[in-house]
């Protein structure tokens, strides 16, 4: 009672203390409990200085429009409204209720916060008992005429009005708040009311449908993830969450489009291609509305490593760089992490076929292995037909003739030539070596279906080739950066608990 003291007069400091005495007595009777409760200065001072008791739970929770039940009692609903100060509010009444709920729409206090009757605060009957009835009406014809923050109330009314509200709420993720007071005899004692966010069920033991996106999104399996997000947008009713699902499912796009490459659309006009810019536009929304569902880190490193990929794109067949050659191995992880073993390794065959053209162009000057210009690497072994015979003599066949495009086996030849110590062509060796008559890392990549044969690739096949392909990047742009690009490029996990609240904010 300390802080309705502190606010109200002595005058009415006695009085309170008078009327409120009968509630201190074992001896009173249930009807003079209700006398004081029913009492019109009592209702008075309660309207006055109940929402002041209350002062943080409108801030918190930001209600623009409140849906209430309403039973055979109105200060409940009319503590609600003062306390949550709606600029629009649905009473939901029973016919035996009616009466009430125009009381409360004509209440002075209500109309003093601006809420105009029939404009402002709308009637609306509904069933006692019929659950279903309930929630077609809150579905189709309540909410789409909420605006803002929606708020429910189930605190008036019978049971299963409040449950059919209270389920609704839930399911739609709708905040939902209860007047609870402090009770004898069966009868609230005045100047108790407190309301009350009621949590959400599914924020507390987990929501199945949130849990599942978190799952997806950091499996790296986006067109899933955005399939449960477009799902949840359908069943969530509160704007403001519904807001932040969008980013969501802004965010989950983007993903989904760099990790199907979109970065290097040859058109570059075609808006999906700008990954940079779109992250940057996101990454400003989630600032806005204070959702922190990735780490910020985390994304600023992504954002550094799209805008490299920007600027780094060219037109042409043969786009061997850095950034794009970490952007294949890290796909080709993520495909690994999704059991997509004959991706990843398809990937990363791709990862060597860009390492060692990266080390002739940037080493050796030969343009394209498309059409490599060879006057650099004759001249560093000692003209043409050293570089002739080297070649037939390591590869048993002869060097493609002048113009002819390098396959992966001839560029690491050359590289193996013209650089007889170089890592990259000594672990690709490797990995065409037979030892005790085993297959080979690259046959067992040759027979798997997605290059020339119909055996799928393992799990353990695919680490193997990893650990190969990542020491030969490694020395094909420097470990160092290497770490850095691949740190950048690594996409993030959804900052979603296993008790998966959205509270995205």
């Known amino acids: 009672m ?8 002595e005058e009415e400091q006695q009085f309170i203390d008078k009327q409120l005495a009968v509630f201190a007595d074992p001896t009173a009777n249930r009807d003079s409990l209700m006398a004081v409760s029913n009492d019109q200065a009592i209702i008075k001072l309660e309207k006055r200085y109940v929402p002041q008791i209350n002062p943080t739970i409108s801030s918190e929770i930001g209600c623009d429009t409140l849906i209430s039940t309403v039973g055979l009692r109105k200060l409940p609903v009319l503590l609600s409204i003062l306390c949550l100060r709606p600029k629009r509010v649905f009473l939901l009444h029973t016919n035996a ?7 409360i729409r004509d209440d002075a206090d209500v109309q003093a916060l601006g809420l105009k009757p029939n404009l402002d605060t709308s009637l609306k009957e509904i069933s006692q008992t019929n659950a279903p009835q309930i929630y077609d009406i809150l579905q189709h014809e309540i909410l789409p005429r909420a605006r803002g923050k929606v708020v429910i109330d189930p605190t008036g009314g019978i049971k299963v009005m409040g449950l059919s509200l209270a389920a609704f709420a839930f399911w739609r993720r709708i905040p939902m708040v209860y007047l609870l007071g402090e009770e004898v005899k069966g009868v609230v004692k005045p100047f108790s ?32 993830a955005l399939e449960v997000c477009r799902g949840l947008e ?9 807001g932040r699902l969008a980013v969501l499912g802004w965010l989950i796009e983007l993903y989904r489009d760099w990790d199907a490459f979109l970065h290097s659309h040859e058109k570059i006009e075609v808006p999906e291609r700008r990954l940079g810019t779109r992250l940057a ?8 509305l204070h959702i922190g569902i ?3 880190g985390q994304l600023s490193q992504n954002l550094e490593f799209l805008q490299g990929l920007e600027n780094s794109w060219r037109r042409g067949r043969n ?28 990937r990363l065959y791709r990862c060597l076929e860009m390492s060692a053209t990266l080390q002739l162009v940037t080493r050796w000057q030969v343009g394209s292995p498309d059409a490599p210009d060879t006057r650099h690497i004759e ?15 390591l590869q048993g066949r002869p060097l493609p003739p002048p113009g002819s495009r390098w396959s992966l086996d001839d560029q690491m030849a050359i590289l193996q030539i013209v650089e007889p110590s170089n890592n990259a062509a000594a672990v690709y060796r490797s990995m065409r070596k037979n030892i005790a008559g085993e297959e080979t890392l690259m046959e067992k990549r040759n027979r798997s279906i997605l290059a020339h044969g119909t055996i799928p690739v393992t799990e353990g096949e695919a680490r193997s080739f990893d650990d190969k392909v990542r020491a030969i990047i490694e020395d094909s742009i420097g470990t160092k950066v290497f770490r850095r690009l691949e740190k950048q490029a690594r996409h993030p996990i959804l900052l979603i608990e296993r008790d998966a609240r959205m509270s995205v904010g």
């Open 2 to 9: 300390e802080e309705l003291y502190n606010l109200c007069t």
């Open 319 to 346: 786009n061997a760089e850095p950034y794009r050659l970490v952007d294949i191995y890290t796909n080709a992880g993520r495909r690994a992490r999704l059991g997509q073993y004959d991706d990843a390794v398809a």
């Open 234 to 242: 359908k069943t969530v009713g509160d704007p403001a969450t519904l």
């Open 97 to 103: 209720s009616r009466y009430m709920a125009e009381e």
């Open 193 to 224: 009311e407190r309301l009350t966010r009621v949590e959400n069920p599914y924020d507390h033991f987990g929501d199945p449908d949130f849990t599942l996106l978190k799952e997806l999104f950091d499996r790296g399996n986006y067109p899933a």
């Open 379 to 393: 001249a560093a072994v000692g003209g043409r037909e050293q570089l002739v015979q080297g070649y037939a003599s």
């Open 294 to 296: 990735i780490d910020a």
């Open 281 to 288: 536009a996101i990454i400003d929304d989630m600032k806005r």
